[in-house]
């Protein structure tokens, strides 16, 4: 019977940089290679618009380089080589669409019901969804995995010749 033990992720990292001292170092590099890859790939799916500003926006980094701006369906991540998918704020606007709502500070719908405010604000229609970010990632991630998995693979047998 195999039995595992779970340590979480801080405990993990130190053992394995105890057997494998550069492996957050090859990880690293090839998560942000992946990155890279990743944003190149959701450009060319984005809505250009009329400028090109949002698809021009779209960049991979290190999360710990950027601590201020928002990244993509960001989840928090104690990892200090973590990298991930940055874009201008509208992203989520563009993937997911937005509801017919009155642009006035308090607009917006009840119940269905566009809310009508004295003094301001037009009635914006809405827009359709245009995903790009997040199906892009689910095919590519096998192949981001892989990279990264190759990395600590190189990582090890380069740490068994020393």
């Known amino acids: 019977m195999l039995k595992a033990k779970v340590v979480g992720r801080q405990a993990l990292m130190r053992r394995l940089n105890e057997l494998v001292p550069n492996a957050d170092r090859y990880t690293a590099e090839a998560k942000l290679n992946a990155m890279d890859e990743l944003a190149s790939r959701v450009r060319t799916r984005a809505p250009t618009g009329a400028t090109l500003d949002y698809m021009e926006s779209i960049e991979g980094?290190?999360?710990?380089?950027?601590?201020?701006?928002?990244?993509?369906?960001?989840?928090?991540?104690?990892?200090?080589?973590?990298?991930?998918?940055?874009?201008k704020f509208i992203w989520r606007f563009l993937e997911f669409g937005t509801a017919p709502h009155n642009t006035q500070k308090g607009g917006g719908t009840v119940?269905?019901?566009?809310?009508?405010?004295?003094?301001?604000?037009?009635?914006?229609?809405?827009?359709?969804?245009?995903?790009?970010?997040?199906?892009?990632?689910?095919?590519?991630?096998?192949?981001?995995?892989k990279n990264v998995r190759n990395a600590l693979n190189r990582a090890i047998r380069q740490s068994r010749k020393k």
């Open 61 to 87: 980094d290190q999360l710990s380089d950027r601590p201020i701006q928002e990244a993509a369906g960001r989840a928090s991540s104690k990892d200090p080589t973590a990298a991930g998918l940055f874009a």
């Open 111 to 145: 119940l269905g019901q566009m809310k009508v405010r004295e003094g301001g604000g037009y009635q914006h229609p809405g827009s359709r969804p245009f995903p790009h970010i997040f199906p892009t990632w689910r095919e590519y991630r096998p192949t981001a995995l």
